[in-house]
């Protein structure tokens, strides 16, 4: 038995997936979900790419800064812990130091490759403008230990649409 449309299929989802080479295989509900579609479909912003390369895929497309909006996507950077970057997309504000953000696969254990909703980020980096974060880290019912760089957030608004 022969499958290649399977197989084809299979290899473009591993190419377009949060991660590079991770399939997305299912809705997050009782499936797996990676960052980057999810972030896609929650903020209708189309870009495509890992999610560290979002950042400048947005350059010329979409509006970025630093301050966090309802809707817009905050990037985290790549580092030797996060190697492919991650996508979540801001909820609410809280306050000027902290966002709350719904996100796929942040989380390992039970939380692994699902999607979590209205999760705490706070903006930890001496400048308050959100360069380094934490996140709510579902496995300790607490933030992570861990601080992330990120580079910022992408708007929904396209920049033609800006002016």
Known sequence: MRFPGVFALLALLLLTACGG????TGSGAGG????????????????AGDAWEWWDAAAGRYARGVVPRPGSILVLRRTSRLRDGHLSVVSRVVSSREIRVNHANWANGAAKGRITQDQPVVDVSPGNDWS???????????????????????????LMAAR
Do not use: D, T
Not at 21 to 24: D, K
Not at 32 to 47: D, N, T
């Open 132 to 158: 380094l974060v934490r996140v709510w880290y579902p496995p300790v019912n607490n933030l992570g230990a861990s601080s992330y760089p990120a580079a910022g957030f992408i708007y929904r608004q396209p």
């Open 32 to 47: 797996f979900m990676w960052c980057v579609p999810y972030a896609r479909a929650e903020s209708g912003i189309q870009l």
């Open 21 to 24: 080479g991770r399939a997305v």
